[in-house]
């Protein structure tokens, strides 16, 4: 399984990014996709959740400045990310769960929040 994640970059503070998760048709249409972000010398941490049939999850960090979606045609999960602050910096990752508690992880997207 091979998800693809991509969109990070150097942003303001108060700056917004998008970032992408492309995924294999059968794990985009059948099993949750995550973002998850980890932060130089800390743990990896959940940041989103949507699910196949769009009901999505946040953690209190980012709720209300991001959004996660999914675009059916093109097979692949979003992270509307607004409102950035310096804490939001780390790589970024995406994780697909599979049936028998597997997960898949894509390679990680690196989003910086600095003036």
């Known amino acids: 399984v091979q998800l693809q994640a991509s969109g990070g970059g150097l942003v303001q503070p108060g700056g917004s990014l998008r970032l992408a998760c492309a995924a294999p048709?059968?794990?985009?249409?059948?099993?949750?996709i995550s973002w998850y972000r980890q932060a130089p010398g800390n743990q990896r941490e959940f940041v989103a959740k949507?699910?196949?049939?769009?009901?999505?999850t946040y953690s209190d960090s980012v709720k209300g400045r991001f959004t996660i979606s999914r675009d059916r045609a093109i097979y692949t999960v979003f992270l509307q990310m607004n409102n950035l602050e310096p804490e939001d910096t780390g790589m970024y990752y995406c994780?697909?769960?599979?049936?028998?508690?597997?997960?898949?992880w894509g390679q990680g997207t690196l989003v910086t929040v600095s003036s």
């Open positions: 048709i059968s794990i985009f249409r059948l099993n949750d």
């Open positions: 949507i699910i196949p049939a769009g009901t999505t």
């Open positions: 994780k697909a769960d599979l049936p028998g508690f597997r997960s898949s």
